[in-house]
T-cell receptor, first 116, second 115 residues
Framework: AQSVSQHNHHVILSEAASLELGCNYS??????LFWYVQYPGQHLQLLLK??????LVKGIKGFEAEFIKSKFSFNLRKPSVQWSDTAEYFC??????????????FGKGTKLSVKP | GAGVSQSPRYKVAKRGQDVALRCDPI?????LFWYQQALGQGPEFLTY????????KSGLPSDRFFAERPEGSVSTLKIQRTQQEDSAVYLC?????????????FGPGTRLTVT
């Protein structure tokens, strides 16, 4: 069965610090990869996605993620965090074309707290 | 434009009661997904509709859970004889194409508390 692991439950950073959130998945076939963010009191929204092509993906608000197929990883990065990045971040995967109906498998999430 | 909406936003039910949760997807979206998010966990897949057809219900935890989308737009998730373990946030998501190979747009969720 597919699964997604997020290594950090809660990360606390000061503003301007660099961020890297780990995500590993288990699935042997082609996958689509996503990072979703949930700001306090708001619904889940897409941060970035990878379907194919360049493994370095840029998303909104200065976030990027790198797909490393050999490591089954899709880590999220941001060079300098802001207080407004305080949120919960979810890594998700679905099987690529022909592999499923497209339902997302989510990790447990990482809470990011940025101190001003 | 309007996003995915869900109602009610909060629901408190006594154990044994039936509940119905509504999802209004983005107009024209073909795919509709339901997820369950327990406290401190990521969302977990419940069921998937392509238009009015329920193509996958493998994630429904028991036969007390039932979902429908009769006209291919609004969907309802019904839970019969609610139990305390059903307490969670129920999320609905829609996507413009089939199989979900596009971004899924999430609603705000319905927080169900079973007492």
């Amino acid at each position: 069965a597919q699964s997604v692991s997020q290594h950090n439950h809660h990360v606390i950073l000061s503003e301007a610090a660099s961020l890297e959130l780990g995500c590993n998945y288990s699935y042997g076939g082609t996958v689509n990869l996503f990072w979703y963010v949930q700001y306090p009191g708001q619904h889940l929204q897409l941060l970035l996605k990878y379907f194919s092509g360049d493994p370095l993906v840029k998303g909104i608000k200065g976030f990027e993620a790198e797909f490393i197929k050999s490591k089954f990883s899709f880590n999220l990065r941001k060079p300098s965090v802001q207080w407004s990045d305080t949120a919960e971040y979810f890594c998700a995967v679905n099987a690529g074309y022909g592999g499923s109906q497209g339902n997302l498998i989510f990790g447990k999430g990482t809470k990011l707290s940025v101190k001003p | 434009g309007a996003g995915v909406s869900q109602s009610p936003r909060y629901k408190v039910a006594k154990r044994g009661q039936d509940v119905a949760l509504r999802c209004d997807p983005i107009s024209g979206h073909v795919s509709l997904f339901w997820y369950q998010q327990a406290l401190g966990q990521g969302p977990e897949f419940l069921t998937y509709f392509q238009n009015e057809a329920q193509l996958d219900k493998s994630g429904l935890p028991s036969d007390r859970f039932f979902a429908e989308r009769p006209e291919g737009s609004v969907s309802t998730l019904k839970i019969q004889r609610t139990q305390q373990e059903d307490s969670a946030v129920y999320l609905c998501a829609s996507s413009p194409r089939d199989r979900g190979y596009y971004e899924q747009y999430f609603g705000p969720g319905t927080r169900l508390t079973v007492t």
